[in-house]
């Protein structure tokens, strides 16, 4: 059969073939695509490049088995022309990616046998997968053989190593890494600090966590506002919302330290810790010093973030978007209150009223007191009750 030209390939699928509308595959139209293509291609069998090119699509988009296929296929008919170390990094990296651990097994035995050199890539890879999968031991030991293979552990081996560790709690394992990346030679960077001080931070280990930013400035990192928003969560946890807010303080304010500004994440941290801690009053202030229409760029960020704040970090956003005339805001964190199923206190309830009747919409404060005497709210409040004496007085 003769050769395919190029040009058919970008032709639409033969009208014999099943349409992409009857397909099954969540992405039915490309893969009826890549399978026309595959089947143009299949009578071409001295056609190396071609063969490599859906190769790659095939991995590219998520169908490993069916590339793994062509792999195979393409390594028995041409068995003295090896595949490059790219490819077979794409395909591990796809494999990994698709769960099919098997695959990398048999891939990285082939790559040997063909005498494909791997890269640090390629070994970073693994060992990834190897963390991922919770075998941090053997993963180790792939950073260990590494120079065995004539590759060198660089800063990305070993942060993938120690956010394994991390990720599991053993923040110890991964200190002991830093170390011994040090030792080598290897630098380390910020994200490897960030992800112990995290760590350290979240097992309430402060110490450590503050030993380790001092090391990180030793060694020339600034550290940045990931590195600080660990620190502050850590210390709000624990309950020294004070000494989170010193620390939130200098970066608002220390400039001969160079501190990174805060961010709106540091801001919610901030607004949790002192409404967990009963500082609603801090809190309000933390509000109030923001601008104009700022409160409901930060629930946005909030949400966007996915740290949706608490229902009375809610309740002091509620109160800020109301004094800023924020109306249509205001409704709209409610909904997302409902939503997220925070349910209506009775502090909300009286934001709510008193905002209302301000503004002159009595019914609508009428109704809500009307649903919360009908709910046999328990503690309605003084603001409630003083505005159903208004409402009588009118009638």
Avoid at 14 to 22: A, D, G, K, Q, V
Avoid at 85 to 90: H, R, T, V
Avoid at 159 to 168: A, Q
Wanted: hydrophobic content about 35%.
């Amino acid at each position: 059969m003769e050769p395919v030209p190029a040009h058919r390939l970008l032709l639409p699928p033969p009208r014999h073939l099943p349409s992409s509308s009857t397909s099954h595959h969540p992405y039915p139209r490309s893969r009826t695509q890549i399978d026309t293509l595959r089947q143009l291609l299949l009578p071409v069998e001295t056609c190396h490049g071609s063969l490599l090119f859906i190769i790659r699509i095939l991995a590219k988009s998520g169908h490993v088995d069916k590339a793994l296929s062509q792999f195979r296929s393409l390594r028995t008919k041409f068995p003295s022309n090896p595949p490059s170390i790219s490819l077979y990094n794409l395909l591990i990296e796809s494999s990994l990616k698709e769960n099919c651990t098997d695959f990398v097994q048999w891939l990285y035995k082939d790559m040997i046998l063909a005498d494909v050199c791997p890269e640090t890539y390629t070994f970073n890879l693994l060992i990834s997968g190897l963390c991922d999968s919770g075998r941090l031991e053997d993963a180790r030991t792939v950073l260990d053989k590494m120079p065995e293979k004539g590759c060198r552990p660089n800063k990305f081996s070993f942060g993938i190593l120690v956010r394994g560790y991390c990720r599991v709690g053993l923040a110890s394992q991964g200190l002991e890494m830093l170390n011994e990346m040090k030792g080598l030679g290897v630098v380390p960077n910020t994200v490897i600090y960030n992800t112990l001080i995290s760590s350290f931070c979240e097992q309430g280990r402060t110490d450590e966590a503050e030993r380790l930013v001092e090391r990180m400035r030793e060694d020339g990192l600034a550290p940045d506002v990931v590195t600080f928003n660990s620190r502050i969560s850590a210390l709000c946890r624990s309950g020294k919302v004070l000494e989170a807010s010193r620390i939130f303080k200098d970066m608002q304010i220390d400039q001969e330290l160079s501190l990174p500004r805060p961010n709106i994440i540091t801001f919610n941290l901030m607004l949790e810790g002192f409404s967990r801690e009963g500082m609603l009053e801090e809190a309000r202030i933390l509000v109030k010093k923001r601008k104009v229409g700022e409160a409901n760029n930060i629930l946005r960020e909030m949400t966007r973030s996915g740290c949706f704040p608490n229902a009375h970090t809610c309740n002091i956003l509620l109160h800020s978007l109301w004094r800023e005339g924020k109306t249509s805001e205001a409704e709209n964190l409610l909904q997302l209150m409902n939503e997220r199923g925070h349910g209506f206190d009775t502090v909300t309830c009286n934001i709510v009223i008193d905002s209302l009747c301000k503004s002159g919409k009595v019914d609508k404060a009428v109704e809500i007191v009307g649903g919360m005497w009908t709910h046999g709210s328990a503690a309605f409040g003084a603001l409630g009750n003083s505005y159903v004496g208004l409402v009588d007085d009118d009638d």
